[in-house]
């Protein structure tokens, strides 16, 4: 049983560009939130999808926007990269039945803006 | 003040003792809390839940919620060197379905052999 699969699992970008990062959630989950996590912080919620809608986002300006797909996978966008933008990028799925914290995450996306 | 604080330590206990782990958070509309495990380069782990005042134990993990305080605490008998990691507290603040949790920064935790 495959887990949450997210990639690329490292990459580097110039201030300014645009990125797309890349989630499959875990077999049997069909909701999936995103999370960053800067050095030595706690994970700080970004939206969460549902049925390919955002339900629910995080303080995070417009320049981070996502998407479902009707596969359940879900990409997240950043435009306008900032040095801050720097950290790591967490999926994270779980049943749409389920608790709404026992979140299954992914090995994440660390980014890298130069 | 931050919605969900943690000392980020690092706590270090010897091999064989208990660490206890504590978390403060500012909502007291919260309605579910959690601990999440997460070792140097790795992702999140879910180890314990706890939804209402009191204790729930798993093994040697033993979760504490005291809602009047508003304070959750994690206790980790028996600790061994594998347990060194970092623990983050986290809290959903509401009840809808929006999977929306506040993280506080973690507590680094060492165990030495």
């Known amino acids: 049983d495959a887990g949450v699969t997210q990639s690329p699992t490292h990459l580097i970008k110039t201030r300014g560009q645009q990125v797309t990062l890349r989630c499959s959630p875990k077999?049997?989950?069909?909701?999936v939130s995103w999370y960053q996590q800067a050095l030595g912080q706690g994970p700080q919620f970004i939206f969460q999808?549902?049925?390919?809608?955002?339900?629910q986002r995080g303080n995070f300006p417009d320049r981070f926007s996502g998407h479902q797909f009707p596969n359940y996978s879900s990409e997240l966008n950043v435009n306008a990269l900032l040095l801050g933008d720097s950290a790591l990028y967490l999926c994270?799925?779980?049943?749409?039945?389920?608790?709404?914290?026992?979140?299954?995450f992914g090995e994440g996306s660390r980014l890298t803006v130069l | 003040q931050k919605e969900v604080e943690q000392n980020s330590g690092p706590l270090s206990v010897p091999e064989g003792a208990i660490a206890s782990l504590n978390c403060t958070y500012s909502?007291?509309?919260?309605?579910?809390f959690f601990w999440y495990r997460q070792y140097s380069g790795k992702s999140p782990e879910l180890i314990m839940s706890?939804?209402?005042?009191g204790d729930k134990e798993d093994g040697r993990f033993t979760a504490q919620l005291n809602k009047a305080s508003q304070y959750v605490s994690l206790l980790i008998r028996d600790s061994q060197p594998s347990d060194s990691a970092t623990y983050l507290c986290?809290?959903?603040?509401?009840?809808?379905?929006?999977?929306?949790?506040?993280f506080g920064q973690g507590t680094t935790l060492q165990v030495k052999p």
């Open positions: 994270a799925s779980r049943m749409s039945g389920g608790y709404t914290g026992e979140l299954f």
């Open positions: 077999s049997g989950h069909d909701t």
């Open positions: 999808y549902y049925e390919e809608e955002e339900r």
């Open positions: 909502d007291r509309g919260s309605q579910s």
């Open positions: 706890i939804y209402s005042n």
């Open positions: 986290a809290v959903n603040l509401d009840s809808s379905n929006t999977g929306k949790l506040i």
